[in-house]
């Protein structure tokens, strides 16, 4: 019964920066690692950030490496990223998701098992 809601996506010009968060709730026992993906129209949803239960580790996506920054609340509720830089090409749908599989991370969707609904990040040039 886990159930993601991202917020914090919005308009911005290239450069700047923008925070997004996902708020998790019900079944909070069963979750474990956590991740952001991304979806531009007509394009599959492509891996961008995941985050350990604990927090310890952090993997990215080459494209925004050294930009955008995953983590996560102590009490494992909410997971943020931090997206500094931002350029046109990051423009897409963010979703984050929640794992019951692993607490390492993972950039497969098939090891996500709970999605949010996604948040509109739209970068301008």
């Known amino acids: 019964q886990v159930h993601l809601v991202e917020s914090g996506g919005g308009v911005v010009q290239a450069g700047v920066s923008l925070r997004l968060s996902c708020a998790a709730s019900g079944g909070l026992f069963t979750i474990k690692a956590m991740g952001w993906f991304r979806q531009a129209p007509g394009k599959e949803r492509e891996f961008v950030a995941a985050i350990s239960r604990s927090g310890g580790n952090t993997d990215y996506a080459d494209s925004v490496k050294g930009r955008f920054t995953i983590s996560r609340e102590n009490n494992k509720n909410t997971v943020y990223l931090q997206m500094n830089d931002l350029k046109p090409d990051d423009t897409a749908v963010y979703y984050c998701?929640?794992?019951?599989?692993?607490?390492?991370?993972?950039?497969?969707?098939?090891?996500?098992?709970?999605w949010g609904q996604g948040t509109q990040v739209t970068v301008s040039s």
């Open positions: 998701a929640a794992s019951w599989q692993t607490a390492s991370t993972s950039r497969r969707r098939s090891q996500y098992d709970t």
